[in-house]
């Protein structure tokens, strides 16, 4: 694998297969976890009775408002990876079920602000409590400069592949180069 050949080319540690393989051991973790995660949005979805798209996107909007930075229908449609029509129709199942609001707070009454509805909030944190407690308790283990490394090391893979989705893959695949697809 790449990851392999970089570690054993001293990219990654210089300690040869040693660092190469603890590369893929956490390449191969960072999939499992974000797999894991899919999975609980998955279930999060069939314990509403929703789409898993529209559960998706409810629990962006929840993430968003609890960070204090409420989503506008463009920024959710970027997260959920939907077109501005497809993001259209989803939105108006999740305020028909009663699992979100559309409510107008900027100065510029344009702007729309994507809002949980006071009902599906304590639903979602009965479901996402668990959830939330035991990846507190796995955390505790870490010092405050572990978690900050963590965070470092998370920081750069998130802007890495955006990058790589911004640019080599925007139109869907790698960037064909020479006249065909690069390997």
Same mark, same amino acid.
Do not use: C
């Given at each position: ?27 191969? +973790? ?14 999060? @979805?069939?314990? *509403?009775? $929703?789409?898993?798209? =529209? ?6 909007? &929840?993430?968003? #408002?609890?960070? +204090?930075?409420? &989503?506008?229908? @463009?920024?959710?449609? #970027? ?6 029509? @497809?993001?259209? !129709?989803?939105?108006?199942? *999740?305020?028909?079920?009663?699992? !979100? ?12 602000? $994507? ?31 572990? !978690? ?6 998370? +920081?750069? &893979? ?5 990058? *790589? $989705? ?6 869907? +695949?790698?960037?064909?180069? =020479? ?5």
């Amino acid at each position: 694998m790449a990851n392999a050949d970089a570690a054993a080319d001293g990219k990654v540690g210089g300690g040869g297969d040693d660092d190469a393989t603890r590369v893929d051991h956490l390449m191969d +973790g960072l999939r499992a976890f974000g797999a894991n995660y899919t999975e609980f949005t998955r279930r999060f @979805a069939t314990w *509403l009775g $929703l789409h898993s798209t =529209d559960a998706a996107a409810l629990v962006e909007i &929840l993430y968003a #408002e609890d960070q +204090g930075t409420p &989503l506008s229908p @463009a920024r959710l449609s #970027e997260r959920v990876s939907l077109s501005s029509g @497809a993001t259209a !129709i989803l939105l108006k199942r *999740l305020e028909q079920a009663g699992h !979100i609001v559309r409510t107008r707070e900027s100065t510029d009454r344009r702007v729309v602000t $994507l809002r949980s509805s006071p009902d599906i909030r304590p639903r979602a944190e009965a479901f996402f409590g668990p959830y939330a407690e035991r990846m507190a308790e796995a955390m505790s283990a870490y010092s405050p400069q572990e !978690i900050r490394r963590f965070e470092d090391f998370i +920081g750069r &893979l998130r802007s890495t592949m955006d990058a *790589l $989705l911004a640019d080599e893959y925007r139109d869907g +695949g790698p960037a064909v180069r =020479d006249g065909g697809p690069t390997a």
